[in-house]
């Protein structure tokens, strides 16, 4: 092992070296270190360890957007479609009063 004594603080140019990163190499003082896992390492190699990797997001919305919208076109028609249906159906009484009036009076 070099000895540290002859290099200097990668951060500070007046202090002595006191550990070596073992990940990007440089030499820094006590404290620009710090152990981690068992490991001395300095503080940007550190932060690259600990943050969450961040994956770049796929961005769907133009895609969903229109999708949505025919969903919701479809869905409207189909419950208006569902509706008609029903209204067709029955009797044409029904929709005269008649049928009503008949059940209020009692007569079949």
């Known amino acids: 092992?070099?000895?540290?004594?002859?290099?200097?603080?990668?951060v500070h140019a007046t202090r002595e070296a006191a550990a070596r990163c073992p990940s990007c190499r440089q030499h820094f003082c006590r404290e620009c270190v710090t152990e981690h896992d068992g490991r001395v390492l300095c503080a940007s190699c550190l932060r690259k360890r600990t943050?969450?990797?961040?994956?770049?997001a796929r961005d769907f919305s133009l895609i969903t957007g229109p999708l949505q919208?025919?969903?919701g076109l479809l869905l409207?028609?189909?419950?208006?479609y569902a509706?008609?249906?029903?209204?067709?159906?029955?009797?044409?009484?029904?929709?005269?009063?008649k049928a009503a009036e008949a059940a209020l009076i009692g007569m079949p």
């Open 69 to 71: 919208l025919i969903a």
């Open 83 to 97: 509706v008609g249906n029903v209204l067709l159906r029955t009797p044409s009484e029904w929709h005269e009063g």
């Open 76 to 80: 409207a028609w189909i419950a208006f």
């Open 1 to 10: 092992m070099s000895q540290l004594v002859h290099h200097r603080c990668f």
């Open 51 to 56: 943050q969450p990797e961040i994956r770049a």
